[in-house]
């Protein structure tokens, strides 16, 4: 295996960044050390990040805004904070552009329920169209159904490649003069395609449409730059970039977060409240009803911290270096077909694959046995599998602590379960 390591460079010093990670030295199964390789559904979290919720827990516990003693400025100072933090993190133009949700799924559903209820010139109705991918995370595509449902408009999308990439041929014909808003992935959570984001705004823009990018697998990965990007709305979620789960982040463009009306209703998000009317406090509040993720906020502040101090750049580099050895390893394994771009080329660090007739979930079950975590099924992203007439897939995703031997323990977990199932 070292001959086949030969060459890899821009690696991080993984032995000292998994000593942050304390699951990572767990064993199961009878002391088999756990290869942990399902970061797209979920990351590890770091000592850093575990502490920062436990001394949240420990000395500052209070509600945020509404108290005068110790306790309450403390907590949301540091709840306050961790927006601070995030909006630095993606290079926000205001910090009271960063919406804190439970995860990107409520994200999306929050831009999608804003545009149902909104005025013109923000309206999604009948006489309008909604424009996504089929590629998308079931979170980026049923919303915009439910909305499609409700408001009458059409839902149309962009097909994919044989290759996994996004079939644009046809853009001028799916955006049109009537696309409201146009959503889709920055990175496929299923494919691990990196997506042509420039293209697909300029045509946007050239129309007049709303653009939403769902940077859920982006996020963690690599740079995040909001203002570079150029969209009107960015989604992502804490518990994939070493932050705890339940806290997302909904970035929006300072304007319309100004004209667009609230999704949830309730306390903090208000100005003034009569039995007849009401009005509403400035974003982000306005966007933030009842008592917010506090302490996942906190964590989300500690992760963004740690992301920071290995190097969002560092931290792309690896995984590219991880993931152009992954891809050149498991070509090498009998019956493997990689469903999506079987090159590292403008891909994220994350391979689905199929392993001849053999049933994903047998694959994931027999490398279980060996320590091996993978994610098996479709992934919250069942029109890719539809697309390419498979019912499932094993997917393998990688992060900063992801080793080159770890690859190699999945290559040869692989040759075992070939050989399990004959």
Known sequence: MTDARQGLSGLLDTEAIRKDFPILDRTVHDGKKIVYL?????????????????????????????????????????????????????NAPSRNEVIFTKNASESLNLVANMLGWADEPYRVDSDTEIVTTEMEHHSNIVPWQLLAQRTGAKLKWFGITDDGRLDLSNIDEIITEKTKIVTFTLVSNILGTHNPVEKIIRRAQQVGALVCVDASQAAPHMVLDVQALQADFVAFTGHKMVGP??????????????????????????????MHSSTYAPAPHKFEAG????????????????????????????????????VRRLLEVPDL????????????????????????????????????????????ARPVCLRYGIPATTRA??????????????????????????
């Open 397 to 422: 995703s990688f992060y900063l602590y992801s080793t080159p031997a770890e690859v190699d323990a999945l290559v040869d977990g692989l040759e075992h379960v070939r050989n399990f199932f004959g």
């Open 337 to 380: 077909r990689i469903i999506g771009p079987a090159t590292a080329e403008d891909r994220g660090a994350t391979i689905s694959f199929t392993l001849g007739d053999i049933h994903p979930h047998d694959v994931g079950q027999v490398l279980d046995e060996q320590g091996i975590a993978v994610r098996v099924g479709h992934h919250c």
């Open 245 to 274: 789960t339940g806290i997302g982040v909904l970035w929006g463009r300072q304007e319309l977060l100004e004209d667009l009306p609230p999704f949830l209703g309730g306390g903090e998000m208000i100005e003034t409240v009569s």
């Open 38 to 90: 399902d970061s797209a559904a979920t990351s590890q979290k770091p000592r850093q990040v575990l502490d920062a919720l436990s001394a949240y827990y420990e000395r500052h516990n209070a509600n945020v805004h509404r108290g005068v003693y110790t306790l309450a400025e403390e907590a949301t100072a540091l709840y306050e904070g961790a927006r601070d933090k995030v909006a630095a993190f993606i």
């Open 291 to 326: 008592t917010p993720p506090i302490a996942q906020a906190v964590g989300l502040g500690a992760a963004v911290d740690y992301l920071t101090s290995v190097g969002m750049e560092n931290i792309h580099r690896h995984e590219q270096a991880i993931t152009e050895y992954a």
